[in-house]
């Protein structure tokens, strides 16, 4: 039988398995042709038309027919055959590696299942000399496409698993020819559709995380001193005399696999995808995404998972000292790589995850975050735990020691600096945006924030002096302050930059006001600080532990340790409370400002007053709520914002020099008759009207007070106009008769 034939039927053997019991004999069989005769003649056919219906049934699943890798979380049998197949020893990807040698064949990676940011650049008329500085993925571009080795093929589609969360199309027609329907499913999946999994399903992640390690250690090793002699022969291990790759070809497939799961994973759908710089050095024009379209992406099921991982690899890549098991490792050459987009990728959900979605999924990326931010905790054992001995390691991360920071990861600290100030107060907004929709879970999330911040004095005091510092006006440095005030300018450029084009204007419910982000507000005492945020926090917490059902005991002893972390990491402004204290005398006593309990789960015109109409961010934009129209609030939203604009309540009022009209002499000597007379009766009144006018326009922008016209979408509000009108029309339609 020729290699054709053997391939083709291949294909099919993978496009009919639907079930564990098909997946596992169509695996066993790949392993079979492999190992028996690929791995020796390499034939053509095989790639060209067994590997992407591999790929299709591996990483790619429609409702009706799971992926290989999903298929296995049930079957344990069927896992196992494919850690066997797809491991960086295995026999796959050492055919692949034999048949890049070779230059055998290239594939086009289908354009429509590339992050945006990258189909744009590909959309350009012609290649340029930049591209493969804006990112070595655009360095292998032919015309509009992405021309692959077989290697880079598959990384692709692995890099595309977790991403590929986008709402399934629906069915093509089924074709005449039942020989053709194999071929048709491929056809569609490579060409133009998104076959994918259904929303909030998440992947189980085992066989996924444990193959993600294994290319990890694999692609990317831990640089030690002297490295450790080879135990096996894999397709990295070769050498360049027997016809393998060298160390320049292993250092372009790490990079190229980082950058890979980087703009996959974290940099995705981001509609400011580089650095401002950068983008304006090479002359690139990208176009912003509609940021209502971004607003109703929530974050992909599994995604988060995965890129910890990566994060808590990547902090212990640079030195794995064997006898702690701990990660003493400083800023690694991967970090100025991960910082932006990770930094982008975990603010992203936090403005922009819609109310309504499954907060697993943002739980998920908030721990990505906590990896980040104490790579000190990370241990070998623990990702170890990733490995083919995963239970006998879990007995051994149970008795593993937690450790804290030290003065070693200062540069680390400092050089991430926004991960512990700014993103805190964007994260405590994402917390004000879901507390009624889970209140423990929310409240578990803050624990976890304050116990960072506060695990080491030496870190929160590290923290306070770069506050301080960037606050300060000092023209010189001093003693104190040298090894933090050279790291100020990089602060103040990252602020503006990590932060390109996220608004709180298109984040609902956030906290975000006119200048979001020309400060750092960790440690600011003014109602935008995280203290006051924090502790309105508190109250409404507090207030939606009241309405829930069953044991409250978990939900009150977490809020009582927010409270003496809060304590701890902002220095005792809070006195302890403890007992029945109301929460809300505690708040009344150190926030003037907010007469009552902000509650915009359920506003009503009764509990409204003049001071909601005062513009701060948190009221005219936030979360729709039940009790209000959606489209009409919209609607008045955009209504008030042209308004503001028009009127300049959106700056404030500054005092011109008064204004002298001239009358001409010969003006003044005309007499006229009564229509004059009318007219300047008619003037003064017109200019009383604008005096009085500018005077309300005056006193608005000194008060900072805003107009707010969402008031008029509320549901009470609306259906009492009606029945006053119907009340009306009928009453009239009575006199009439």
């Known amino acids: 039988m020729p290699p054709g034939a053997d391939a083709s039927s291949l294909a099919a053997s993978f496009l009919d398995a639907a079930a564990p019991p098909a997946a596992a004999a169509a695996t066993s069989r790949l392993l079979d042709y492999l190992l028996a005769r690929h791995a020796a003649d390499q034939p053509r056919a095989f790639f060209a038309d067994a590997f992407p219906?591999?790929?299709?049934?591996?990483?790619?699943?429609?409702?009706?027919?799971?992926?290989?890798?999903?298929?296995?979380?049930?079957?344990?049998?069927?896992?196992?055959?494919?850690?066997?197949?797809?491991?960086?020893?295995?026999?796959?990807?050492?055919?692949?590696?034999?048949?890049?040698?070779?230059?055998?064949?290239?594939?086009?990676?289908?354009?429509?299942?590339?992050?945006?940011?990258?189909?744009?650049?590909?959309?350009?008329?012609?290649?340029?000399?930049?591209?493969?500085?804006?990112?070595?993925?655009?360095?292998?571009?032919?015309?509009?496409?992405?021309?692959?080795?077989?290697?880079?093929?598959?990384?692709?589609?692995?890099?595309?698993?977790?991403?590929?969360?986008?709402?399934?199309?629906?069915?093509?027609?089924?074709?005449?020819?039942?020989?053709?329907?194999?071929?048709?499913?491929?056809?569609?999946?490579?060409?133009?559709?998104?076959?994918?999994?259904?929303?909030?399903?998440?992947?189980?992640?085992?066989?996924?995380?444990?193959?993600?390690?294994?290319?990890?250690?694999?692609?990317?090793?831990?640089?030690?001193?002297?490295?450790?002699?080879?135990t096996g022969r894999t397709l990295l291990h070769c050498t360049a005399s027997d016809g393998g790759v060298d160390a320049a070809d292993l250092s372009s497939q790490a990079e190229f696999f980082l950058h890979t799961l980087v703009q996959?994973?974290?940099?995705?759908?981001?509609?400011?995808?580089?650095?401002?710089?950068?983008?304006?050095?090479?002359?690139?024009?990208?176009?912003?995404?509609?940021?209502?379209?971004?607003?109703?992406r929530p974050p992909s099921p599994g995604l988060g998972d995965a890129v910890r991982l990566l994060v808590m690899y990547l902090s212990c890549r640079d030195g794995m000292p064997p006898r702690s098991g701990l990660c003493d490792t400083q800023l690694g050459l991967w970090n100025p790589l991960m910082q932006r987009p990770l930094y982008r990728f975990v603010l992203r959900t936090f403005l922009f995850c819609p109310i309504g979605t499954v907060i697993k999924n943002a739980t998920q990326v908030f721990s990505v975050w906590l990896a980040y931010m104490e790579p000190w905790k990370v241990t070998r054992r623990e990702l170890d735990g990733y490995g083919w001995r995963q239970a006998e390691d879990q007995k051994e991360l149970q008795m593993s020691k937690m450790v804290v920071y030290d003065s070693s990861w200062m540069t680390y600290i400092l050089s991430n600096y926004l991960f512990y100030s700014s993103m805190v107060v964007h994260f405590l907004g994402f917390a004000h945006k879901f507390i009624h929709s889970d209140v423990a879970s929310v409240l578990l999330m803050v624990n976890k924030v304050l116990e960072v911040l506060s695990s080491s004095t030496e870190l929160l005091d590290l923290l306070h002096k770069v506050d301080?510092?960037?606050?300060?006006?000092?023209?010189?440095?001093?003693?104190?302050?040298?090894?933090?005030?050279?790291?100020?300018?990089?602060?103040?450029?990252?602020?503006?930059?990590?932060?390109?084009?996220?608004?709180?204007?298109?984040?609902?419910?956030?906290?975000?006001?006119e200048h979001w982000n020309s400060d750092l507000r960790l440690f600011s005492s003014d109602e935008n600080g995280a203290y006051n945020l924090l502790q309105l926090l508190l109250i409404r917490a507090e207030s939606e532990i009241l309405r829930l059902s069953g044991d409250t005991q978990p939900a009150l002893q977490t809020l009582d340790s927010i409270k003496s972390q809060t304590k701890t990491t902002f220095q005792g402004r809070i006195e302890g409370t403890r007992g029945n204290t109301s929460l809300e005398e505690l708040h009344n006593q150190h926030q003037q400002v907010h007469r009552e309990v902000f509650t915009p789960k359920h506003p009503s015109l009764r509990k409204s007053s003049w001071a909601d109409v005062k513009y701060r961010g948190d009221w005219m934009k936030r979360p729709i709520s039940e009790s209000e129209v959606a489209w009409l609030a919209r609607i008045l939203i955009r209504l008030s914002d042209w308004l503001n604009d028009a009127l300049g309540l959106d700056c404030a009022d500054t005092e011109g020099s008064p204004a002298y009209i001239r009358f001409d002499r010969n003006e003044l000597n005309t007499v006229g008759g009564p229509k004059d007379a009318v007219r300047m009766a008619l003037g003064a009144v017109c200019s009383l009207m604008v005096l009085v006018g500018q005077a309300l326009l005056r006193m608005m922008r000194s008060r900072r007070v805003k107009i707010s016209l969402r008031v008029f979408a509320s549901k009470k509000l609306l259906s009492t106009a009606v029945v006053l009108y119907a009340v009306v029309a009928v009453t009239r339609n009575n006199a009439w008769r």
């Open 53 to 230: 219906a591999l790929l299709y049934r591996l990483f790619v699943s429609s409702p009706a027919c799971p992926s290989f890798i999903d298929l296995a979380a049930a079957d344990p049998g069927l896992a196992d055959l494919l850690l066997s197949l797809l491991a960086p020893s295995g026999p796959l990807l050492a055919a692949a590696a034999a048949a890049d040698r070779l230059a055998l064949i290239r594939f086009a990676f289908p354009t429509e299942r590339l992050p945006d940011w990258l189909r744009h650049a590909l959309a350009s008329p012609s290649p340029s000399p930049s591209d493969a500085l804006v990112s070595p993925l655009l360095s292998t571009r032919v015309g509009s496409h992405l021309h692959l080795s077989v290697f880079q093929y598959y990384l692709f589609w692995f890099a595309y698993y977790p991403v590929s969360s986008a709402p399934a199309p629906a069915p093509a027609p089924a074709p005449t020819n039942p020989r053709l329907s194999s071929r048709s499913r491929l056809e569609t999946w490579v060409s133009t559709t998104l076959a994918t999994r259904k929303p909030g399903q998440k992947p189980e992640s085992s066989l996924y995380l444990r193959l993600l390690y294994a290319y990890l250690t694999e692609f990317l090793p831990a640089r030690t001193a002297t490295p450790p002699p080879p």
């Open 264 to 296: 996959f994973w974290l940099v995705g759908d981001d509609f400011s995808p580089l650095p401002v710089q950068t983008r304006h050095a090479l002359g690139l024009r990208l176009p912003s995404r509609a940021r209502a379209e971004l607003s109703e």
């Open 468 to 513: 301080a510092v960037y606050h300060s006006k000092l023209v010189a440095s001093s003693p104190a302050s040298d090894d933090v005030m050279k790291y100020v300018p990089s602060i103040r450029e990252q602020l503006k930059d990590w932060e390109d084009g996220l608004s709180e204007s298109d984040a609902d419910g956030s906290f975000l006001h």
